[in-house]
């Protein structure tokens, strides 16, 4: 069942085409693999499809409905949750805090208008407790190393129990250590029943944990299929990897 779908998706900035008529699906149940060189199109795509874009023409649906015209915060209340590359975390705030403004009842004027609810506090440490940072939980989220910043915007976007995980970067810049953590992380929460749609340049992990893999390449898609199938098309190795 296809819980993501893209259709002729184009986004232009000013001359600038970045995203040229994309079409795809995300099938329920995959860690879906969206990879391409610098400049290929994918983070604006993410954008699009979490909404902080809107698409100049086509269609994005997801479970079904039409979700193109939805605001960020709603469409997370569907159920479609994102990370970014970099963190976005609040740094004047603790872990936790940064982790219970990501709930899309409550959202950051929520935690000013009153504390942190009994509910909510045990649900965000079961989170941090899942990602292995919860001895950290009221640290100032600034104090975090950049692997723990990864793992906590996870748990962050965990908190809304989305049917989706948007991941755009995971693995970058991340120690051995930690980036094992991530992939046994990102492989619990796809055996828990939910879908991951990743965005990474590791190709290392994208071939050891990804299936289908997506490919773009100036803003278009330019292959999909099994890791090895996308590892033998030629036009991936003359675009993406620098061979063919």
Do not use: W
Not at 70 to 96: A, E, K, M, N, Y
């Amino acid at each position: 069942m296809s819980l993501l779908e893209v259709r002729n998706v184009s986004k232009s900035f000013d001359s600038l085409k970045a995203v040229d008529d994309c079409s795809f699906s995300v099938e329920e149940g995959t860690i879906t693999a969206l990879i391409g060189p610098n400049g290929a199109g994918k983070t604006t795509m993410f954008n699009i499809i979490n909404g902080l874009h809107r698409a100049d023409r086509g269609e994005i649906r997801f479970n079904g409905k039409n979700i193109e015209k939805l605001q960020p915060h709603q469409i997370t209340r569907v159920g479609l949750s994102r990370t970014f590359q970099l963190s976005r975390q609040l740094s004047d705030l603790t872990v936790l805090e940064n982790i219970v403004v990501q709930s899309p009842v409550r959202g950051v004027g929520g935690l000013i208008r009153s504390a942190i609810l009994g509910p909510e506090r045990e649900k965000a440490m079961a989170l941090l407790e899942f990602v292995g940072i919860a001895t950290l939980a009221n640290l100032p989220a600034a104090r975090l190393s950049y692997g723990q910043k990864k793992l906590m915007d996870i748990a962050a976007g965990m908190m809304a129990d989305p049917k989706i995980l948007l991941l755009d970067e995971p693995a970058g810049g991340i120690n051995p250590a930690l980036l094992d953590v991530i992939i046994d992380r990102i492989e619990k929460l796809r055996a828990q029943g939910v879908t991951i749609f990743i965005v990474e340049h590791n190709m290392d992990v994208v071939m050891s944990i990804c299936d289908p893999v997506i490919v773009m390449a100036y803003g278009k898609v330019l292959a999909s299929g099994s890791p090895a199938e996308v590892q033998k098309n030629d036009e991936v190795l003359d675009a993406y990897l620098g061979v063919g």
